[in-house]
């Protein structure tokens, strides 16, 4: 799963949710009980993403364009945000 930020994706929360939900659905590991999924969040910078990478990403059928929000914030800002949404998921379990 490759997850590409960006101010019109979808809303991360509820992608996660929605991950959460299916990846609950799905059978667990039977040694740890736990399902293990790759996750890649993809930030750019104050700039936004090059046109070239903004082609590759979103011209392949992995990534997935989330959003924290209309508004522009800092990487360090986006990244906070996404632990934050990520420790309250987990805390959910």
């Known amino acids: 799963i490759i997850w ?3 101010e019109t ?3 991360l929360w509820e992608v996660l949710e929605d991950w959460q939900r299916k990846k609950s659905k799905c059978a667990t590991n039977i040694n740890t009980g736990q399902s293990r ?5 993809v930030l750019g910078n104050q700039l936004g993403y090059s046109a070239d990478d903004e082609k590759l990403l979103l011209g392949t059928p992995s990534v997935r364009e989330v959003s924290l929000g209309s508004l522009s914030l800092l990487t360090s800002q986006c990244i906070t945000i996404t632990h934050h949404y990520l420790d309250r998921l987990f805390e959910l379990e």
């Open 4 to 6: 590409m930020l960006s």
């Open 9 to 11: 994706g979808d809303p």
């Open 37 to 41: 999924t790759a996750t890649t969040l």
